[in-house]
T-cell receptor
Framework: EPEVTQTPSHQVTQMGQEVILRCVPI?????FYWYRQILGQKVEFLVS????????KSEIFDDQFSVERPDGSNFTLKIRSTKLEDSAMYFC????????????FGPGTRLTVT | DQQVKQNSPSLSVQEGRISILNCDYT??????FLWYKKYPAEGPTFLIS?????DKNEDGRFTVFLNKSAKHLSLHIVPSQPGDSAVYFC????????????FGKGTKLTVNP
């Protein structure tokens, strides 16, 4: 069964450093998302991406964040200058038109900022 | 911002009995609701969904009920199995736009053998 994959599974970085989290969505999906979950809190929407552009972003998704679909398979989230409060699980998700609302999630990347 | 609320952080049931997980929402514009299951160190897995035009959707052991007037939905698992032990998230979305999911905080279900 097709699945969303994410790399790395765990990333440790120092405050102020740039990180890139990578995702490979399900191949025929057209809509892509990033969510995050800070420990003990709810899963929060960060950004949605469709047709090679951002369709919506949350207040969390400030100028330090960017997304890119550099080729036909990868979808990346970049944090330019990490802060301690960026420590969280980051989940990538994708969906297609056939199942208009069900999003399929990757296993997540645990980002630890020290 | 508490648009989707799951007021019970945990629930414990015996194997074979019914598990009922509850969810409330405040935004009357939501028109589609989903339940996700999450095991530790994994991403959320889609379980079952319901459109706002329905009041019930069933898939095997899982049934979701929607009460629009009360802005309340529930997930019933019958019979519960130890493998159902996980965190269950309720999520809601709006038709059109990005169709982002708005999640509740989750309920940790433990099914005891």
């Amino acid at each position: 069964e097709p699945e969303v994959t994410q790399t790395p599974s765990h990333q440790v970085t120092q405050m102020g450093q740039e990180v890139i989290l990578r995702c490979v969505p399900i191949s025929n999906h057209l809509y892509f998302y990033w969510y995050r979950q800070i420990l003990g809190q709810k899963v929060e929407f960060l950004v949605s991406f469709y047709n090679n552009e951002i369709s919506e972003k949350s207040e969390i998704f400030d100028d330090q964040f960017s997304v890119e679909r550099p080729d036909g398979s990868n979808f990346t989230l970049k944090i330019r200058s990490t802060k301690l409060e960026d420590s969280a699980m980051y989940f990538c998700a994708s969906k297609d038109r056939a199942s208009p609302y069900e999003q399929y999630f990757g296993p997540g990347t645990r980002l630890t900022v020290t | 911002d508490q648009q989707v609320k799951q007021n019970s952080p945990s629930l414990s049931v015996q194997e074979g009995r019914i598990s009922i997980l509850n969810c409330d929402y405040t935004n009357s514009m939501f028109d589609y609701f989903l339940w996700y299951k999450k095991y530790p160190a994994e991403g959320p897995t889609f379980l079952i969904s319901i459109s706002s035009i329905k009041d019930k959707n069933e898939d095997g052991r899982f049934t979701v009920f929607l009460n629009k007037s009360a802005k309340h939905l529930s997930l019933h698992i019958v019979p519960s199995q130890p493998g159902d032990s996980a965190v269950y998230f309720c999520a809601a979305t709006l038709r059109g736009g990005s169709e982002k999911l708005v999640f509740g905080k989750g309920t940790k279900l433990t099914v005891n053998p």
